[in-house]
């Protein structure tokens, strides 16, 4: 099992999405202090498309972006982006550039860009990208973090969930050619969430996120499961096991998942009349609910079965 296996990038935005304040808390203390939680952040997901579409680069990222406002009303987005590659990135501070002045390009909001540095090198750490000469120069600054530089006592003590993210990314980076001691640490950390005494729900979604991450062989996996199975049997938990509840979680997306393909072969039947099996088949492989939830609605308004095969293949 190589490193790409682990699930990173999902995670970090399902975490992010979940706990954005707890995010900006635990990452970025100064700014959280100038942010007005009262007014609830709006995530920009469909604008960032829009920034990371328009930009040049061949690489494409998860990032997050959300609207903010400071103590002072003003509002501001922040664009934030998680590395995770283990190697030297030439092009990163590059990219952050572009997706900064992208998004002000198009929308004229004032943005700040955050970097989570999750690779394995130590000395590697940009917060900055220029160009120019002598008195004529373009620059910007962006906030970085360096996961690397969180000692493990730190983490253990907080209460805060990105503590939970950040552990669990941190062990599952060191794991990559040991397996067996991943299973080892997901376990530890999972107890670790019942007896800290978080609640049911934060127990569910850290759960989930730890799971996501830390990704096991079937064997291994079956271990862990039957090791938090007899946990929660021998602690007698009051409510639904964990891995229950994330069971029918699964069912109930795979079900509105086929339901979204079916009615998109539907209404594209009832325009065009039958479809090609290349097409069916691609619409298979879809796995992004969000995505099937959009093409429904381009059902309507595409010209031909080929268009419509091509908005597939541009995803």
Do not use: C
Request: glycine fraction near 2%; charge should be negative.
């Amino acid at each position: 099992m190589s490193e790409t296996t682990a699930n990173y990038d999902e995670t970090w935005k399902a975490a992010i999405g979940e706990y954005f304040d707890s995010f900006i808390s635990f990452f970025f203390s100064n700014i959280y202090e100038q942010i007005n939680w009262e007014k609830t952040p709006v995530s920009l997901d469909k604008e960032l498309e829009q920034i990371t579409a328009a930009s040049e680069t061949d690489k494409r990222y998860a990032d997050k972006l959300y609207q903010v406002w400071l103590l002072d009303d003003q509002e501001i987005w922040i664009l934030i982006h998680i590395e995770v590659q283990s190697q030297y990135d030439s092009q990163f501070q590059e990219r952050m550039f572009i997706y900064n002045y992208r998004a002000f390009d198009l929308y004229h909001k004032p943005v700040i860009s955050l970097a989570i540095l999750g690779d394995e090198s130590k000395t590697w750490r940009p917060n900055s990208y220029q160009y120019g000469l002598e008195e004529s120069q373009v620059i910007i600054k962006f906030a970085s973090i360096k996961l690397l530089d969180y000692s493990w006592e730190e983490l253990q003590t907080s209460k805060n969930p990105f503590y939970r993210v950040v552990m669990a990314h941190l062990k599952t980076k060191i794991t990559t050619s040991n397996l067996t001691e991943r299973e080892q640490w997901k376990w530890q950390l999972v107890r670790n969430l019942y007896e800290e005494g978080w609640r049911k729900f934060e127990i569910i979604n850290l759960f989930k996120f730890i799971d996501k991450m830390m990704t096991l062989p079937p064997q291994l996996a079956l271990k862990f499961t039957t090791k938090l199975n007899e946990y929660e049997e021998e602690k007698k938990m009051p409510f639904l096991s964990t891995l229950e509840e994330m069971a029918l979680e699964r069912g109930q997306q795979i079900g509105a998942k086929e339901t979204r393909k079916k009615d998109i072969i539907n209404l594209l039947k009832k325009r065009f009349g039958n479809l090609t099996d290349e097409l069916i088949q691609s619409l298979n492989k879809i796995d992004d609910l969000s995505f099937l939830d959009t093409l429904i609605l381009e059902t309507i308004s595409v010209n031909s079965v080929a268009e419509f095969q091509e908005l597939i293949n541009q995803k």
